[in-house]
């Protein structure tokens, strides 16, 4: 097929933090030396900002180091933490509230902001495009080119393609955009970013990557209750009932909101759980309830995390590019942050990039990029905490808590052995038949929710005659092999209620549906479905949720 084709000195996939804080660097370095580059950004979101979502207690170290004038710059960091508070919910009722001085140091926050991530990824694609990176929201990158063994580029996903796979009238075939260097910064498990770890081999003796799914909900509450600047996180209930792992947070920002959402660790073994319904029981918790009650929910999300850290990094350069932030997996789990690691990262990319095309260099491989690596602040990090996610998942959070504590406060470094977990994450789930079923309660839709009405107010929203982007290699397999096994798992581990087992209209029994359009991108279908049988792919370009202040 003939496609129109644009070429670019350096083309990011992705506009989140690592992505754009790697444009801003790569014109700053340019600007600094005189000389003309062409720097293009691609996202697959209808705007930056509306597929982002973290938490977001954000640590401004790398925001510093971009731009140490953010603040005359009017970044939007406008909410100080003042105080950090953390729980151990002993169960449904009760919690006990951990003395600041047996707080592992990385979970303490001074000096940090409660922010939206996806208004600081607008505020920085703003400064992207003053220093004139050219910056193409709605076009997802659907391909990678690649062309004797190095990487050229992307191909933009078409647009007006029906179901069937034919053409509308609306048909507009993707573009090529080739760079002498492409930086891969989709986030937590970006598709094209899996797919080069395979091509290239990047994971070669590493550690599986581990994940977590993330729900998150923004909520208006009683100006009496709210406390601007408070970080609270609490660990045990409801995870603990089931034998998992993860925790909750909730951070009061301005404007009289707090945000609110847990993260369920998706090593779980028990088939029967469902991180959207425990988080909903979460909110019911005296600790949680008494900020929310008399208060509005305002926006709802979901997104997978990597938390793998340094012993799940995988080779992060390859003939013609490089994979940085979540789309690698620099984030630290010890730390509940990403942000500043992945823009970090996208700094050292920047400045590799640039003094390899200065040295005249077009899609070498950037051999130089791990020892910048491995002389920056990100490494010693991540390298430092390397035992956290690990003990978490063998010993469980009260253990790997306390190995945590001796590790950072005790020790003030690491232990000198290293821990593993070899165990990917869709291997953990046990047959359903061995596992408790778990009875979760109504949503009284005043504290909790059912999944339709949450993905309302994600704003999610797919054209609806186009291709499923969540592809089975066995249509069969489900039904076949999950359901009996495992209960067919996606009904649950799903955030955004996708996938159903309905009746055959036929009569022939049961089947497997798939609600593409509910769809929030979040990945936990691609990681967790036990046969690894499902593959998310990029939709049409501009679909999926449209997140606002999350």
Partial sequence: MERESMEFDVLIVGGGPAGLSAACRIMQLAQEAGEELTVCVVEKGSEIGAHILAGTVFEPTAL????????????????????????????????????????????????????SLGNLCRWLAEQAEQLGVEVYPGFAAAETIIEDGQVKGIITGD?????????????????????????????????????????????????????????????????????????????????????STGGSFLYHLENGQVYVGL??????????????EEFQRLKLHPEIRKYLEGGQRVAYGARAIA????????????????????????????????????????LLGAEAVFEALKEGKTGEEITSFQKRFEDSWLYKELYAERNFGPAMHKFGNVIGGAIAFFEQNILRGSLPITFHDTTPDYATLKPAAECPKINYPKPDNKLTFDRLSSVFISN??????????????????????????????AQ??????????????????????????????????????????????TPEGGGGPNYPNM
């Fill in 64 to 115: 510093n180091e971009l731009f140490p004038d953010w603040k005359e710059k009017g970044a939007p960091l406008n909410t100080p933490v003042t105080r950090d508070d953390i729980f151990l919910l002993k169960d449904q009722e009760k919690a006990i509230k951990i003395p600041n001085a047996f707080v592992p140091k990385n979970m303490h926050n001074h000096g940090n902001y409660i922010i």
């Fill in 159 to 243: 647009m007006g393609v029906a179901r069937d796979g034919s053409h509308k009238d609306s048909y507009m075939p993707g573009m090529e955009l080739r760079a002498k260097y492409t930086l891969f910064t989709e986030g937590c498990r970006g598709h094209l970013g899996k797919r080069l770890i395979k091509e290239f081999r990047l994971d070669e003796g590493k550690d599986p990557q581990h994940y977590g799914i993330g729900i998150k909900e923004l909520w208006d509450i009683d100006p009496a209750k709210h406390e601007p600047g408070l970080v609270i996180h609490t660990t045990g209930w409801p995870l603990n009932e089931s034998g």
């Fill in 263 to 276: 993260i369920t660790d998706l090593s779980y073994s028990n088939p029967h759980l469902s991180p959207f």
């Fill in 307 to 346: 938390k793998g850290g340094y012993n799940s990094l995988p080779k992060m350069s390859f003939p013609g590019g490089l994979l940085l932030g979540c789309d690698a997996g620099t984030l630290n789990s010890s730390k509940i942050k990403g942000s500043h690691t992945a823009m970090k990262s996208g």
């Fill in 460 to 489: 999610t929203n797919h054209e609806e005659d186009q291709p499923v982007h969540l592809k089975l290699t066995d249509p069969d397999l489900p039904i076949r092999e999950n359901l009996p096994k495992y209960d067919e798992p």
């Fill in 492 to 537: 649950r581990y799903c955030p955004a209620g996708v996938y159903e087992v309905v009746d055959a209209e036929d009569g022939s029994g049961k089947k497997f549906q798939i609600n593409a359009q509910n769809c929030v991108h979040c990945k936990t279908c691609d990681i967790k479905d036990p046969a690894q049988n499902i593959t998310w792919v």
